[in-house]
């Protein structure tokens, strides 16, 4: 088993490089985010609880996120591994997920950074928002606060991780591809 955490601000490329590294090392794909969108899609108890978080930008509290993360992973056990996309976003995510993971005999393997400056992420967010329904990605300052949100609670993360000689960090700019052969460079490195 080889658990990844993919980490970034929004917009640094996590998803679009999680599907890369999900595809060559045969790891299962768990997006946060993604299983909100659904949720609030199919009108779901989790949704309705979840939509006015995402509808500005905020993170959805802890209690809820970490439920769904933890179910989501005790539903899909028969992978050769992890990666989690948008989570922990939280320091106490972080701890849950760790202990969590204990629980079931697994550990995160590594924690890797798209390391991309926030005047970038703000076009590169807009230009997504003129192709996706998202409205947190339509609104200047519906993405100030999400970047706000990282920097308060999701930036100590980093420290966390490196305090377990687990935090990597790549250029997240420059093309998709890349990016990608970065990454796959390191996790041959770590594999
Ligand atoms: P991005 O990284 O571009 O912001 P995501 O799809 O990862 O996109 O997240 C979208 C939104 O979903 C966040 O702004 C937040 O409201 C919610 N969300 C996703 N993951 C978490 C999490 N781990 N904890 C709390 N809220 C989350």
């Known amino acids: 088993m080889f658990n990844i955490v993919i980490f970034g601000k929004p917009g640094s490329g996590k998803g679009t490089q999680a599907d890369f590294l999900k595809n060559k090392y045969d790891l299962y794909h768990i997006s946060t985010g993604d299983l909100f969108r659904k949720n609030i899609s199919n009108k779901t ?12 930008g905020d993170l959805v509290p ?3 996120t970490i439920k769904m993360l933890e179910n989501e992973v005790l539903s899909n056990k028969d992978v050769n591994g992890y990666i989690f996309d948008g989570f922990p976003r939280t320091l106490n995510q972080a701890e849950s997920l760790d202990s969590f993971l ?12 798209l390391d991309v ?12 928002g003129k192709i996706n329904n998202r409205s947190d990605d339509q609104d200047i300052e519906k993405i100030k606060n999400r970047f706000n949100e990282y920097n ?4 100590i993360l980093i ?27 390191l996790v041959d490195s770590l594999i």
């Open 102 to 113: 204990v629980s079931i005999n697994l550990k995160i393997n590594a924690t890797i950074a």
């Open 159 to 185: 420290d966390f991780y490196q305090k377990q000689d687990k935090f990597f960090s790549v250029d997240g700019k420059g093309t998709v591809d890349d990016i990608t052969s970065r990454l796959f460079d």
């Open 62 to 64: 802890d209690s809820v």
């Open 45 to 56: 108890k989790l949704g309705l609880e979840a939509k006015s978080y995402l509808d500005k």
């Open 152 to 155: 308060t609670k999701t930036s």
């Open 117 to 128: 400056n926030e005047n970038e992420l703000i076009s590169r967010l807009l230009d997504r």
